[in-house]
Nanobody, 125 residues
Framework: VQLQASGGGSVQAGGSLRLSCAAF????????MGWFRQAPGKEREFVVG????????FYVDSVKGRFTISRDNKKDMVSLQMNSLKPEDTAVYYC???????????????????WGQGTLVTVSS
């Protein structure tokens, strides 16, 4: 499956952004979806994931209550609504699709088979 992420940009702290990731090429509903991020000089980290049906989600503690993931299996798209953004949210955000893990919501990058190109989110203080 090919993934195309969009929606990044620059905002001030407290602002909001919505990231989208469109999938092409394979049956979207066969894949759990995740968003990862990588800040300069840091390793890529898991942010949030959603199961194939959308019935299960998992958020890292640092974004709980601020970020919301959703998916539309008819439109082959996953979205990430990011509110109350903080400077520490600054990173390149990647969407990923995982089809082989036994977990409903994979969290390890190695559980994801396909990756989008990344979209930059910059939050200024």
């Amino acid at each position: 499956v090919q993934l195309q992420a969009s929606g990044g940009g620059s905002v001030q702290a407290g602002g909001s952004l919505r990231l989208s990731c469109a999938a092409f090429g394979r049956t979207f509903s066969n894949y759990a979806m995740g968003w990862f991020r990588q800040a300069p000089g840091k390793e890529r980290e898991f942010v949030v994931g959603i199961s194939r049906t959308g019935g299960s989600t998992f958020y890292v503690d640092s974004v709980k209550g601020r970020f919301t993931i959703s998916r539309d299996n008819k439109k082959d798209m996953v979205s990430l609504q990011m509110n109350s953004l903080k400077p520490e949210d600054t990173a390149v955000y990647y969407c990923a699709a995982g089809g082989t893990s036994s977990r409903l919501v994979p969290r390890n990058p190695r559980e994801y088979d396909y990756w989008g190109q990344g979209t930059l989110v910059t939050v200024s203080s």
